[in-house]
């Protein structure tokens, strides 16, 4: 029973450094979505794919990058870590566009050095 | 604009001190309002959907209900284990969905 998974779950990067933090879930879900949550600023959206094919922004974008690889994979690349975005990254997912909660994953706890 | 304010932020209980949790909202034509509980180092875990004003829900202490502007967590005679922080969200734009900054609560043995 799954639901969402996130890797890795910790990760020390230093400024410059590239990487992809990888999301999948296997509930059949349409709809998936990049958060960052840091202290006192609650989980702020990042990207997010209404369904398998397309990608929109959310509230911050700049610094990243997503593919929606297909229905079940959604994965966040920084392609050059700022310290500015260092903070813990949550992939969630929900049914479809209509009133359906989402389901989240575990977290990446991400340090940019 | 924020569409999603909670408070208060932060709550301390005594255990068995009952209290409410506030959330309101600014979107328009609302959607379903959802609340979840996060504790430390893990993620949000779903808690309850609430789609018209007047509707409750209830999970053993907790009990959440809808306004035309705010929701409600009612947490009654709260233990220890209740300790958390909740976080309330709505959707609105395009399949957007938007949370509050959440209210961290402790309850004291």
């Known amino acids: 029973n799954a639901g969402v998974t996130q890797t890795p779950k910790f990760q020390v990067l230093k400024t410059g450094q590239s990487m992809t933090l990888q999301c999948a879930q296997d509930m059949n879900h349409n709809s998936m979505y990049w958060y960052r949550q840091d202290p006192g600023m609650g989980l702020r959206l990042i990207y997010y794919s209404a369904s398998e094919g397309t990608t929109d922004k959310g509230e911050v974008p700049n610094g990243y990058n997503v593919s929606r690889l297909n229905k079940r994979e959604f994965s966040l690349r920084l392609e050059s870590a700022a310290p500015s975005q260092t903070s813990v990254y949550f992939c969630a997912s929900r049914r479809d566009r209509t009133n359906t909660e989402a389901f989240f994953g575990q977290g990446t706890r991400l340090t940019v050095v | 604009e924020d569409q999603v304010t909670q408070s208060p932020e932060a709550l301390r209980l005594q255990e068995g001190e009952s209290s409410s949790l506030n959330c309101s909202y600014t979107?328009?034509?609302?959607?379903?309002l959802f609340w979840y509980r996060q504790d430390p180092g893990k993620g949000p875990e779903f808690l309850f959907t609430?789609?018209?004003a007047g509707e409750e829900k209830e999970k053993e202490r907790l009990k959440a209900t809808l306004t035309k502007k705010e929701s409600f967590l009612h947490i009654t005679a709260p233990k220890p284990e209740d300790s958390a922080t909740y976080l309330c969200a709505v959707p609105y734009g395009n399949n957007r969905l938007a949370f509050g900054k959440g209210n961290q609560v402790v309850v004291i043995p």
């Open positions: 609430l789609y018209s």
């Open positions: 979107v328009s034509g609302l959607r379903g």
